[in-house]
């Protein structure tokens, strides 16, 4: 599944980063101008809804075209509602499709993984269950997230603003190729050298 692969050279690739800072731009505050502003999981989900525009999942991964592409939401079930803001949003040919899980094991079918802070206490065991799987790990506010393993963390300034990170480590791990328009936006990161 890969896209926005048109437009090669140095010039292709500036316009597919002015493209996707012009996607970004509206995300990265906050307070938005108009009224009412969108809430920061909706902003988040917008986040989450462009990051799988620039990801590539192994050719199994979807036995059809229209497969959709599951979120899962694993932790505090009261955002759910603004992260379904994007539930029916297409990527390519797949629908998003937002599910809610309570527990590590209904997870199995999931493309992208939203880790809520409320299974911060949970992240390592969340990540070693799925650690080779093709799943986009997504959390928020990790510390050491590069150490625990999961592939994007999001994080918000002290401005209001959120920024992301991206484990190419862990993204490899798990055979997800994430095309490089995504990977110019983001503080990228690698997993910690074990000690000599």
Same mark, same amino acid.
Not at 116 to 135: G, H
């Given at each position: 599944?890969?896209?926005?692969?048109?437009? @090669?050279? %140095?010039?292709?690739?500036?316009?597919?980063?002015? =493209?996707?800072?012009?996607? $970004?731009?509206? =995300?990265?505050?906050?307070?938005?101008?108009?009224?009412? *502003?969108?809430?920061?999981?909706?902003?988040?989900?917008?986040?989450?809804?462009? $990051?799988? /525009?620039?990801?590539?999942?192994?050719?199994?991964? $979807?036995?059809?075209?229209? /497969? #959709?592409?599951?979120? &899962?939401?694993?932790?505090?079930?009261?955002?759910?509602?603004?992260?379904?803001?994007?539930?029916?949003?297409?990527?390519?040919?797949?629908?998003?499709?937002? +599910?809610? $899980?309570?527990?590590? #094991?209904?997870?199995?079918?999931?493309?992208?993984?939203?880790?809520?802070? @409320? !299974?911060?206490?949970?992240?390592?065991?969340?990540? !070693?269950?799925? +650690?080779?799987?093709?799943?986009?790990?997504?959390?928020?506010?990790? /510390?050491?997230? *590069? +150490?625990? &393993?999961?592939?994007?963390?999001?994080?918000?300034?002290?401005?209001?603003?959120?920024?992301?990170?991206?484990?190419?480590?862990? =993204?490899?791990?798990?055979?997800?190729?994430?095309?490089?328009?995504?990977?110019?936006?983001? %503080?990228?990161?690698?997993?910690?050298?074990?000690?000599?």
């Amino acid at each position: 599944m890969s896209f926005y692969r048109s437009n @090669s050279g %140095k010039g292709g690739l500036f316009l597919r980063r002015l =493209a996707l800072l012009f996607v $970004f731009s509206w =995300a990265f505050h906050l307070r938005a101008a108009d009224s009412p *502003a969108p809430t920061e999981y909706q902003i988040k989900a917008a986040f989450i809804y462009n $990051f799988a /525009k620039f990801v590539e999942w192994p050719p199994e991964t $979807f036995a059809t075209p229209d /497969k #959709p592409i599951i979120l &899962g939401v694993l932790g505090d079930e009261s955002v759910g509602q603004d992260l379904a803001v994007i539930d029916g949003k297409v990527v390519g040919t797949h629908p998003i499709k937002v +599910r809610r $899980f309570r527990y590590l #094991p209904d997870i199995a079918e999931c493309h992208i993984l939203f880790i809520l802070p @409320s !299974q911060r206490m949970e992240l390592p065991a969340i990540v !070693q269950a799925v +650690r080779t799987r093709a799943i986009l790990t997504i959390c928020e506010g990790a /510390k050491d997230f *590069a +150490r625990v &393993g999961t592939i994007i963390n999001l994080v918000k300034t002290p401005e209001d603003k959120i920024r992301f990170e991206i484990n190419v480590d862990a =993204a490899k791990r798990a055979g997800l190729k994430i095309e490089s328009p995504l990977l110019n936006l983001a %503080k990228i990161v690698h997993d910690p050298k074990p000690p000599h």
